[in-house]
């Protein structure tokens, strides 16, 4: 256990989950693989300790190489002690062993305090994290542009600048570099200077193939490269940040922050910014406190999802609002799912999503989740 307890919770709390299987659309092309559907728990909490019962909901979606496997997250979830409400506190799922399982118990106990108080969950998450100034209203988010040939990937990014959007993600790695380093010159000449452009290689390339993919692709002025090493090399990530003569390119972690740790990454001088997964780091509370930590050793955060379910998504975007002038973050996956276990409360437009106004995580738009 790591022992960190969860806001909220109260004895007369009762919680349960159960299963949902979500496909996608079409495939997630990433070097990691293609992201084909996404199995998860929701998780419903509810206090009936006097007149006005309240409810909280959360999502636990995991995704290995971020998160535990399925069987681990279900066996976590199912294991609590506590969940008929007769023991109380549960054994809380562990954040470093579990963290999907974490996230969706925190998240549901979270969103029934919130909604108890009457805050907005990107309220709630501020205040306990000391965050001095309040949550904004929206958030900018960038496009997920997955692989696929040149001409097919720049007209998706073009289509996603039509939409509003001034920040894109492609993923790269699939391919060698010289046919990456193509698909992401056809996407500048399409999209041209304005755009923010960020690359997510997921940990495809070794050392010296990052260093040459850093050297070609530092003529398209990247936003920045993300996980362009395998998690774990953090000294390898510090050498190839411009500090130590690189390529100038700016280098983002993720996987390395989900296997190694935000302050493992921060002492290692790994990245100029992060990705940050709630689902990944075991919570919205941890996931906050981890941007907060790398905001102030001056690494830029940036939330995003392992492509989660709306519940999920909606958390993300009120840790996103909690962190002060956030960069555009990868939170505009709803439509990257064929279905969803509700309708989506944050609309996009002009590359920035609208963060609900509560109280929790939206109001009662989850209500008929909580009942199901
Ligand atoms: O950051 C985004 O734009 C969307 C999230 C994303 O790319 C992703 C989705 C599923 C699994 C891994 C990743 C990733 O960032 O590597
Ligand atoms: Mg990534």
Not at 17 to 40: Q, Y
Not at 266 to 283: E, F, I, Q, R, S
Request: charged share 25%.
């Amino acid at each position: 256990m790591t022992g960190d307890r969860p806001l909220g919770g109260d004895p007369t709390d009762t919680m349960r989950h159960r299963p949902f299987a979500l496909d996608l659309t079409r495939p997630l092309g990433t070097a990691h693989g293609e992201v084909r559907s996404r199995d998860g728990f929701l998780i419903t909490v509810e206090r009936e300790s006097d007149d006005s019962p309240v409810s909280g909901v959360g999502e636990a979606t995991p995704l290995p190489g971020w998160t535990e496997s399925y069987e681990a997250c279900a066996a976590a979830l199912d294991e609590r002690a506590g969940s008929d409400g007769t023991e109380w506190p549960p054994d809380f799922p562990d954040a470093e062993a579990t963290p999907a399982a974490r996230h969706g118990v925190s998240l549901a106990l979270v969103d029934l305090a919130a909604r108890d108080s009457g805050e907005r969950l990107a309220d709630r998450l501020a205040a306990e994290a000391a965050v001095d100034s309040t949550p904004a209203d929206a958030v900018p988010v960038n496009a997920t542009v997955g692989d696929g040939e040149p001409a097919e990937t720049a007209a998706e990014a073009e289509r996603a600048v039509d939409e509003g959007f001034d920040c894109l993600k492609l993923k790269v790695g699939v391919r060698e570099v010289d046919a990456d380093v193509e698909r992401v010159r056809a996407v500048r000449e399409a999209v041209g200077d304005e755009i923010a452009i960020r690359v997510d290689a997921n940990g495809a390339w070794d050392r010296e193939t990052a260093r040459s993919a850093l050297d070609a692709l530092a003529a398209f002025d990247l936003a920045y490269v993300e996980q362009p090493l395998p998690a774990d090399e953090l000294d390898g990530l510090a050498a190839l940040r411009g500090i130590s003569g690189g390529s100038g390119v700016p280098i983002a972690v993720d996987e390395s922050v989900a296997v190694r740790g935000i302050d493992a990454v921060l002492a290692a001088n790994a990245a100029d910014a992060t990705v940050l997964k709630p689902m990944a780091l075991g919570g919205p509370d941890r996931a906050l406190a981890a941007a907060l930590r790398a905001r102030s050793a001056g690494v830029d955060p940036v939330v995003t999802t392992t492509i989660d379910a709306v519940v999920a998504r909606t958390a993300a975007v009120h840790v996103a609002a909690a962190i002060p002038d956030v960069s555009p973050c990868g939170l505009a996956t709803g439509s990257l799912l064929d279905e969803d276990l509700a309708p989506d409360p944050c609309p996009v437009a002009d590359g920035r999503m609208e963060v609900p106004s509560g109280p929790g995580l939206t109001g009662d738009a989850f209500d008929e989740l909580r009942r199901s």
